[in-house]
């Protein structure tokens, strides 16, 4: 099983709806995705449609070891696609896991124990570079980061990409930055447009060639209960999804190769 942390410490920019249809574009072509919500306000679980009253286990409990990843997963109406939810609980969580053992490793173990279950695992993390994330980054192999296409884009990125040095020289050494994909693209906006000359000018090829357009489709989705990819499939933020899916596969693709020769 691969695992990829969707994280940027800045909220709002693109993080879950990019977890959420990521996944269900996996899912789409036979990956069995087993979506991760390790951020308490949940919305990646209420985007799939798994509403309040049926998140019974949730990631709270895989991270103090009260329930195992296959215990607190349900299954969503996309065909292949899990989903841990995340409850109110998970605010909590950075302050408890201080205490616990092995802090940082809690999803990871949780992932190990899971192996074979689920090919792809996406981690929808909070907006902080707190345990939660810690945790994710450390679970990962593989990191994705959305960026908004705004003029503070790169700002705290380096503070990011910090945090993925120390990650990668304690607790996860072979911790990859799969790509960076830029999101909210607005194409009338010459703004946006600068934005994403500099995000390529400074990143280079990490920068996957997908950018996601700013689609209201996208943001009217979650309020149905659906991945943007069920609920419009040919709107232009879908499109975009199966896009960047289909470089993500290619990116993974050519890194398992790497690592067989
Ligand atoms: P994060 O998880 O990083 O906080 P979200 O994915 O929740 O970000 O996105 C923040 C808000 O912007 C949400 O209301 C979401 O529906 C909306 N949104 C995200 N991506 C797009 C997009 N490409 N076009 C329009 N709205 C978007
Ligand atoms: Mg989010």
């Known amino acids: ?17 990019t977890a959420i249809n990521l996944a269900t574009a996996l899912a789409a072509i036979g990956r069995r995705v087993l979506l991760v919500d390790l951020d308490p306000q949940g919305n990646a679980s209420t985007g799939v449609g798994v509403g ?18 296959a215990e607190a997963a349900v299954a969503t109406r996309v065909p292949r696609l899990d989903l841990v939810p995340a409850t109110v609980d998970l605010s909590g969580a950075e302050i408890e896991l201080v205490d616990l053992p092995n802090r940082t490793g809690r999803l990871g173990d949780a992932l190990a124990a899971a192996a074979g279950r689920w090919d ?14 810690l945790n994710a980054l450390a679970a990962a192999q593989q990191l994705l980061i959305p960026l908004q296409s705004e003029f503070f884009a790169l700002e705290g990125l380096s503070q990011l990409l ?7 020289q304690g607790m996860n050494p ?3 930055i799969l790509g960076v994909v830029l999101t909210m693209f607005d194409r009338r906006n010459n703004l946006s447009q600068q934005v994403a000359e500099d995000v390529r000018a400074c990143l280079g090829g990490v920068v996957f060639e997908t950018i996601v357009p700013r689609n209201v489709r996208l943001s009217e989705a979650p309020s149905h209960g659906l991945p943007a990819l069920i609920y419009d499939l040919r ?7 199966v896009r960047l899916a289909r470089e ?9 190769e790497m690592e067989a020769a």
Do not use: F
Request: aromatic letters at 2%.
């Open 120 to 133: 792809v695992c996406l981690v929808d993390c909070p907006p902080s570079l707190g345990l939660l994330t």
């Open 235 to 241: 709107c232009p933020g879908s499109e975009a999804y």
């Open 1 to 17: 099983m691969i695992c990829i942390a969707v994280a940027n410490q800045k909220g709002g920019v693109g993080k879950t709806t």
């Open 248 to 256: 993500v596969m290619g990116r993974l693709a050519r890194l398992s």
């Open 174 to 176: 072979g911790l990859e």
């Open 52 to 69: 309040r009253d049926q998140r019974e286990r949730s990631s709270y409990d895989v991270l103090i070891g009260a329930a195992s990843l």
């Open 162 to 168: 910090g945090t993925v040095e120390r990650v990668r």
